[in-house]
């Protein structure tokens, strides 16, 4: 085999790897909706301000939301803890892609309330804070010694 044919087929290779690594994930997104759990009822939000955060743990992001006083929504054992992680993690969000990652659901559930914006692009923990709209990073203190 000669050196332009062994180049010509690593080429062939590389093309139909990469089309296959871009095109299978956009035709899965675009064909097969997100699968979401049932509905659950959840009593009136008593009035009052409560904290939204988002955790990013260098790989992964999460909502964190402040959990109103009386609820017990939290995980069994800790149903009343004072706040509670919504992450891509739950069955109920769908199925995981790179295109529909943890990082992209988000920005997407963040959006409808005007606390992210666009979800198109984002893969990387790291495209998320910029997408983000009124968080603050939190201030980090170094130890009293």
């Known amino acids: ?3 332009r044919r062994a180049a010509r087929l690593a080429g062939i290779l590389f093309a139909t790897i990469l089309a296959f690594a871009v095109a299978f994930p956009l ?3 675009l ?4 699968e979401r759990g049932g509905n659950v009822s959840v009593p009136e939000v008593p ?9 990013d743990w260098g790989y ?12 017990s929504m ?3 054992g800790e149903e009343r803890a004072p706040f ?6 739950e069955l109920a969000h769908g199925r995981y892609l790179w295109t529909r990652n943890c990082n992209w659901w988000t920005v997407k559930r963040l959006a409808p309330a005007a606390l992210a914006g666009r979800d198109a692009g ?3 923990a790291g495209q998320v804070a910029g997408r983000l709209h009124g968080f603050q990073a939190p201030r980090i203190e170094a130890p009293s010694t």
Request: proline fraction near 5%.
């Open 74 to 76: 939290g995980p069994i």
């Open 47 to 55: 009035a009052g301000r409560y904290r939204v955060l988002v955790a």
């Open 122 to 124: 984002v893969v990387f």
């Open 84 to 89: 509670l992680e919504y992450a891509w993690g």
């Open 1 to 3: 085999m000669t050196f």
């Open 60 to 71: 992964h992001t999460a909502i964190i939301l402040e959990q109103p006083r009386g609820w």
């Open 31 to 34: 064909g097969v909706g997100e």
């Open 27 to 29: 035709a899965y997104a």
